[in-house]
T-cell receptor
Framework: GAVVSQHPSRVICKSGTSVKIECRSLDFQATTMFWYRQFPKQSLMLMATSNEGSKATYEQGVEKDKFLINHASLTLSTLTVTSAHPEDSSFYIC??????????FGPGTRLTVT | GENVEQHPSTLSVQEGDSAVIKCTYSDSASNYFPWYKQELGKRPQLIIDIRSNVGEKKDQRIAVTLNKTAKHFSLHITETQPEDSAVYFCAASRGSGGGADGLTFGKGTHLIIQP
């Protein structure tokens, strides 16, 4: 158990457009999901915590109006990168909390903004 | 906030030897310490974790130790095999008690197993 999917796996978009990334927990319910960002050959940085039925909480320095998070159900969280710019190009990975702190990660989404 | 330091950044060992990766954390309220293995282009995979009420945990060739007083924890891999080659990340959070806290990651260790 503890399978998390993420879609799309890769996306290329033009500067100024918006991109939506979906994260689903397939075999368990997750009241909390997390969004991380990973630059090449670097570690994962927590961006925000997605809470089912309530507003997301963002880490310091992460613009909430740029990275919109919606946790519509116990198995789905979405991240929308609005007005994307080349500096937003990165690997975005979600995780789902299965309880007692255990987090299982999705396969990630490679975003390239041209 | 929490700060997690991880060493070494690169570790090369001969196949069959042991590998040890060390991490320190700063937040005394952290109570959950997972280790993830990430292969190139793939998702991080949880390989073992430890909670603050335990000093050591073992799963076959992998073990983790925790010293709460010194705020450090370590990953030990014995009898290393070529498939152990990957980047390993340690992390810390306050999530063990049932609350949901995000993970603070170390910078990662690139483990290379030499045949």
């Amino acid at each position: 158990g503890a399978v998390v999917s993420q879609h799309p796996s890769r996306v290329i978009c033009k500067s100024g457009t918006s991109v939506k990334i979906e994260c689903r927990s397939l075999d368990f319910q997750a009241t909390t999901m997390f969004w991380y960002r990973q630059f090449p050959k670097q570690s994962l940085m927590l961006m925000a915590t997605s809470n089912e039925g309530s507003k997301a909480t963002y880490e310091q320095g992460v613009e909430k109006d740029k990275f919109l998070i919606n946790h519509a159900s116990l198995t789905l969280s979405t991240l929308t990168v609005t007005s994307a710019h080349p500096e937003d190009s990165s690997f975005y990975i979600c995780s789902a909390n299965r309880g007692r702190g255990e987090q299982y990660f999705g396969p990630g989404t490679r975003l390239t903004v041209t | 906030g929490e700060n997690v330091e991880q060493h070494p950044s690169t570790l090369s060992v001969q196949e069959g030897d042991s590998a040890v990766i060390k991490c320190t954390y700063s937040d005394s309220a952290s109570n959950y310490f997972p280790w993830y293995k990430q292969e190139l282009g793939k998702r991080p995979q949880l390989i073992i974790d430890i909670r603050s009420n335990v000093g050591e945990k073992k799963d076959q060739r992998i073990a983790v130790t925790l010293n709460k007083t010194a705020k450090h924890f370590s990953l030990h891999i014995t009898e290393t095999q070529p498939e152990d080659s990957a980047v390993y990340f340690c992390a810390a959070s306050r999530g063990s008690g049932g609350g949901a806290d995000g993970l603070t990651f170390g910078k990662g260790t690139h483990l290379i197993i030499q045949p």
